[in-house]
């Protein structure tokens, strides 16, 4: 789903919390992930033949992969959440997260890879969270 499908669907702050809930599950699977690569070398056994190390060879270098691969969308979650969040604040009266999403471009230039035009719904401004 994307940014502004999601946002449409439940709202900013759900949006933004969600997020923040997703990257920090990211986060505890690769501390899990980091724990059964290092399980996984502290058990190698040299003398129990090539069988068994070549096994937990594979689980240790598969359970390093996984906690790269979730540590590098647990950062990039949460500067993605970060970066919209600062920006949803209306300059016109201050309102957090309280606007209307109007039209969405792709925009691969800016942090979050979307431009969003917003009005707000306490004040009428338009602006541009990009």
Not at 29 to 37: D, N, P, Q
Not at 60 to 80: D, E, Y
Request: proline share 3%; glycine share 10%; aromatic share 12%.
């Amino acid at each position: 789903m994307s940014i502004a499908d999601a946002i449409r669907k439940r709202g900013f702050r759900r949006w933004h919390e969600r997020q923040l809930i997703e990257g920090h599950l990211w986060l505890v699977t690769g501390f899990l992930a980091m724990i059964m690569m290092a399980i996984a070398l502290e058990t190698v056994e040299f003398r129990s033949g090539p069988r068994g190390f070549f096994t937990l060879a594979a689980v240790a270098v598969g359970g390093g992969a996984l906690c790269l691969f979730a540590w590098k969308r647990f950062t990039s979650q949460l500067f993605r959440a970060e970066y919209l969040s600062e920006r949803a604040v209306c300059p016109g009266c201050g309102a957090y997260a309280r606007f209307a999403l109007g039209a969405v471009r792709d925009a691969p230039e800016t942090p979050a890879g979307v431009s969003l035009e917003v009005r707000c719904r306490r004040c009428e401004q338009a602006w541009t969270i990009e």
